[in-house]
């Protein structure tokens, strides 16, 4: 279970010079429970790779097919030791993100290589507690490898130097992207930089448990019931701009 996720994180430093599509999802239920959920196509990963990928994952010669799923439970029990030796504060974030679960299927034949991660939720609140503790994974790794190193996880998701949170009441729902500091990507840009991300999205997906009146972002698309809303955006631009994926959401 270890060496799956250690080789997941790697593979996620390698989805950002590849044609990858990420899809972030929220699905909230009447009483605000609810799941979210990371997805990435790295499809276009085999097409470069091809088996040598599925052997760096563990695949075995005959193999045709990698199905795993390993949770985040599982991960800290292999590192409690570790993991003792963080403050007490660091030490709960980590304990709040206990049952997030990481799937990733990989199918050479089929040039299909997808990874998701989902993690459930009482209240959208919680949200806030899996993003802290991202960012305490984020830490442990850099203290065992460079400092350069990105966790596919940090900030939103793209160690863009951004701080991600939700809110929800029943009446309005807002993602809201805080920058911490100057977004170096944005900064260092180059043509280079978007040629490679040029074929890479990053597309929003919720649901919510009633319609929608309206949305802050005029690209946003509706479901037929007005409950489910879709916004795309180019991977590069989200990178340099996490702000344009804020939204502010008004329920009927």
Known sequence: MQYFFQKTVLLFSIFLL???NFVETIDIQENGSGEFALEVDASGLLAMGGGKIGEKMGMKENQKVLDSTIT?????????????NLSTEE?????????TVLHMKMDPDKQEFLIAMNSPFSKIAELQNLMEGF???????????SSTDKSPFGGSFGDNNSKLS????GKTFNRN?????????????????????ASSSYTLKYHFPKPVKSVSNPDALF????????VRYPFAEYMENPE????NVVFE
């Not at 030490?91 to 049952?99: C, I, S, V, Y």
């Not at 992207?177 to 991300?197: I, P, Y």
């Not at 479901?223 to 879709?230: E, L, P, V, W």
Request: aromatic content about 6%.
């Open 18 to 20: 590849v044609s990858c």
């Open 72 to 84: 985040f439970k599982s991960i800290f029990e292999s590192k409690k030791d570790s993991i003792a």
């Open 91 to 99: 030490q709960a974030a980590l304990k709040r993100m206990e049952n």
């Open 135 to 145: 960012s305490v994974l984020k830490d442990l790794k850099k203290t065992k490898s």
């Open 166 to 169: 939700f809110s929800y009441d």
């Open 177 to 197: 992207v805080e920058m911490v500091k100057e977004n170096q990507v944005a900064k260092d840009s180059t043509g280079m930089s978007k040629m490679l991300f």
């Open 223 to 230: 479901s037929g019931d007005r409950k489910t809303i879709t």
């Open 244 to 247: 344009k994926l804020n939204l």
